[in-house]
């Protein structure tokens, strides 16, 4: 009895306390509002989620110290699991009572966390899953992730425009799901744009041959090479190509997208076109003020994840400012409604799906280093 | 386009056949499999990367570098891993290979260890000299990768059917006690035979390096089942067995993706094995079956 009345008295206090700090800010009038994070906080992943909250922190002080709105972040950890994001989004939809959710990490965290947070209508946005279906799931559920399905594409669409290829060979890893489903989507592509597909040639993880191969793309003279491989395979492919007198450009998926072709292939790699939501060099002053600040308090350079994570979380406060009030439906909405926001990743909109509108960075190796492509 | 993959198929083969004979070697001496074999060449190759690209050294002393430690590496193995359970009564026959297997995990995470899980560039610049013939470009190296496979294929019958040395090996092969008996040092010929074996591994490991210029911690592995392979297939123990089944290897799979579907690459040149093997049990060069030799 005694301790429910000391309940009541703590609870009290702070309801005056955050009365009296309401009063006391009551000049802006904030929008308050109390804002999930499930990321990946422990285990295998943890660097992913370390870069994705770091990037949501650094957006919400900028936020806060604008006074326009006020956010109290909730962070849960996921863990990478399904079962662990489940219960993440149910506590924070059930007890810490948020009016929107930013993630989880993984594509099938999000299969499992966005049907939930959809059924009991709190806007969730994931800003790492690229996985298909993932907007699918309900209209209370958004990305600002690109995936590899329109990477490719912008790659292969500024490369056939500027070096009129007509004739592609098509060169991918057949046992590695990732580098298969880009092989797809190359395939696609080349089809959509009516290319002559001269030849398909696999090759597995860990070889360390591919003449055999090379040496038939070359006997059939392609405009380009259209090469789904990650970075340790796809760096050799591109050395022994130029040593056979393989020239002609190559355009790569998601899996080449790492100085380490560079590290691996030395000046091989020049003229490498691969596309990706997040350019750290880029001259835009918001790029480069979000590195410098980014820099300052992690002591590192952002990577893809922070900077898709840094968007979300503007994306979601502009909405909040658009919808006026820290209320679930009408922030949907205007979530629903974004469009041409600019963010360090470029101009962003949501498509009628609530999936990601935007131009990716298309880059090109040249003296050694990732250049945008023009 | 033929020329160039024929070419491509002969130096991949030459590179088998090497692989394959350090395993026929130590096959024929002490009839177990040195599962180790790929990981040393694996280390052949990494020493000799460090001393081309690393330390700027010319290719000859790379060569030397890699012949002497895998060669050590072999001196290691034999007095540590199978000495011991050849001298111990009972010890079953299998239990050299699974020691051997043991040495081999050690080695590739020791590589990992060392160098890293990525490829590393093998930088010489005798990898970039070639010549045209017609409308073909030759590399120098695939000449050299030729002749060195030919040289120790030749070298090594003469040396085990002429001189005396082969011949108190082959004794040894025979059978151990009897020559034990006769007088023949038998642990210092198995011992040589493991070293011998292990110093071509390091050869064959130059020789990727400088053919791929790419080599990683994995390569061993790779590399060491299609050697296995190619001994089943080209006879247990045969010396022109394993340069024969090297080449066919080596071709068949270069020509299955000029031909027929790159995806089919490894299936195919398999398929090949087994078909012949069901034609020949014993293998190409198979002498007569075990129950006679033994």
Known sequence: MKRTVRLF????????????????????????????????????????????????KLARDEVNAKGEVFVDLKIEDSSGKQEQALAAVQKLINSEKVVA???????????????????????????????????????????????????????????????????????????DAFTKSGFDTMKEVSEKLKLNIVTIQEFQKGQADYKAQLTKITSLK????????????????LAQARKMGLKVPFVGGNGFNSPKVIEIAKEAAEGLIVATPWFGE????????????????????????????????????????????????????????????????????????????????????????????? | MFLEQLINGITLGSIYAIVALGYTLVFGV?????????????????????????????????????IVVT??????????????????????????????????ILLENVAHKIFGSGNHLFETPFAEISFTIGPVTVYLVQVVILLISLFLMVGLSLWLSRTRAGKALRATAENLETAGLLGVDTNRMITATVVIASAMGGVAGVLVGMA???INNQIGLSMGLKGLAIIIFGGMGSVYGAMAGGLILGLSETFVVAYGSSGYRDAIAFVAIIVILLIRPQGLFGQAPAEARR
């Open chain 1, 9 to 56: 008295a703590v609870v009290a206090c702070a309801l005056f306390a955050f009365m009296f700090m309401g009063a006391e800010k009551a000049k802006g009038e904030p929008i308050r509002a109390k804002i999930g994070v499930i990321s990946i906080i422990t285990g295998q992943g943890a660097a992913y989620g370390e870069a994705i909250t770091n990037g949501i």
């Open chain 1, 101 to 175: 959710i930013i993630g989880p990490t993984l594509s099938n965290e999000m299969m499992a966390a966005g049907p939930e947070a959809n059924a009991s209508g709190v806007p969730i946005m994931g800003t790492s899953t690229t996985a298909k279906g993932i907007t699918q799931i309900g209209k209370f559920v958004f990305r600002n992730s690109l995936p590899e399905s329109q990477a490719i594409p912008a790659a292969v669409g500024q490369a056939v425009k500027k070096y009129n290829i007509k004739k592609v060979a098509l060169l991918y890893g057949n046992d």
């Open chain 1, 222 to 237: 392609p405009d380009a090479v259209f090469c789904s491989a990650l970075y340790n395979e796809g760096g050799v492919i």
């Open chain 1, 282 to 374: 880029k001259s835009d002053p918001q790029v480069k003020a979000f590195v410098a600040k980014y820099e300052k308090a992690y002591g590192k350079k952002p990577d893809q994840f922070a900077a898709q994570a840094y968007d979300a979380f503007y994306i979601m406060t502009n909405a909040l400012k658009a919808a006026g009030t820290a209320d679930r439906a009408k922030l949907r909405d205007s979530l629903a409604a974004t469009k041409n926001f600019q963010g360090v990743l470029g101009k962003f909109s949501f498509d009628a799906e609530r999936d990601v509108v935007m131009t990716p960075n298309v880059l090109i190796v040249k003296d050694g280093k990732f250049t945008i492509f023009n």
């Open chain 2, 30 to 66: 002490l009839d177990i499999i040195n599962m180790a074999h790929g990981e040393i060449f694996m280390f052949g190759a990494f020493v000799s990367l460090l001393i081309v690209s690393k330390a700027g050294a010319p290719l000859p002393v790379a060569f030397l570098g890699a």
């Open chain 2, 71 to 104: 060669a050590a590496m072999g001196l290691l193995l034999e007095r540590f891993a199978l000495r011991p359970l050849r001298t111990r009564p009972g010890a079953s026959h299998l239990a050299s290979l699974i020691s051997t297997i043991g040495v081999s």
């Open chain 2, 212 to 214: 791929f210029n790419y």
